[in-house]
């Protein structure tokens, strides 16, 4: 069974960092591209950013490009949001999301985490 | 960047009916980067429709996505209960995505 479970949210001032995790288990991580999606309170969809399966390529959303940064750890089935300069309107549920496919920006995303939630204020 | 326009914002209906969404976009789109989701209160989404007009393992086939260009259109035959429900179109080009703003499903 494909599971995706976020974590490393939490409350965070204005400017500063948070790390968010992703573990995989139950498919062939390596496989893969993987993505970071969140959601604003009383909000849509939001793409942040992907990854592709062998970390050859990224993606970013225009709200958070230098600001934040995707990586991953295939040895550890693992993937990774470092997200610097954390403003308010950042705050939202992150959920991690596999790709169909290996790459970024050509395939759905077959599967999602529970998400973990991230509140930026003062 | 391509914008996901869906239609309606609200959508009101009984189980049983048929119900129509659409999502247009602002420019033309290969339709294998056209996807629905649907997204329950409290849950993650869950994937429908892929490539447009796949559906998705485990989808029942109540649900079917058409189109092509800038028009698409998720259609599910017979409302059930779990359906109602906020659903999304996503597009995916240049190693991005952009999400529609979405469509809320409310039982009438």
């Known amino acids: 069974e494909v599971q995706l479970v976020e974590s490393g949210g939490g409350l965070v001032q204005p400017g500063r960092s948070l790390r968010l995790s992703c573990a995989a288990s139950?498919?062939?991580?390596?496989?893969?591209?993987m993505n970071w999606v969140r959601q604003a309170p009383g909000k849509g969809l939001e793409w942040v950013s992907g990854?592709?399966?062998?970390?050859?390529?990224?993606g970013y959303a225009d709200s958070v490009k230098g600001r934040f940064t995707i990586s991953r750890d295939n040895a550890k089935k693992s993937m990774y949001l470092q997200m610097n300069s954390l403003r308010p309107e950042d705050t939202a549920l992150y959920y991690c999301?596999?790709?169909?496919?290996?790459?970024?920006?050509?395939?759905?995303?077959?599967?999602w985490g529970q998400g973990t939630m991230v509140s930026v204020s003062s | 960047e391509i914008v996901l326009t869906q239609s309606p914002g609200t959508l009101s209906l009984s189980p049983g009916e048929r119900a129509t969404l659409s999502c247009r976009a602002s420019?033309?789109?290969?339709?294998?980067?056209l996807a629905w989701y649907r997204k329950r209160p409290g849950q993650a989404p869950t994937l429908l429709i892929y490539?447009?007009?796949n559906r998705a393992t485990g989808i029942p086939d109540r649900f079917s996505g058409s189109g092509s260009g800038t028009d698409f259109t998720l259609t599910i035959s017979r409302l059930e209960p779990e359906d109602f429900a906020v659903y999304y179109c996503?597009?995916?080009?240049?190693?991005?995505?952009?999400f529609g703003q979405g469509t809320k499903l409310e039982i009438k």
């Open positions: 996503q597009q995916c080009s240049r190693s991005s995505y952009t």
């Open positions: 990854i592709s399966w062998n970390s050859g390529s990224t």
């Open positions: 999301a596999r790709s169909r496919g290996g790459y970024v920006g050509y395939d759905a995303f077959d599967f």
């Open positions: 490539s447009a007009s």
């Open positions: 420019q033309s789109l290969t339709s294998s980067h």
């Open positions: 139950g498919f062939i991580f390596d496989n893969n591209g």
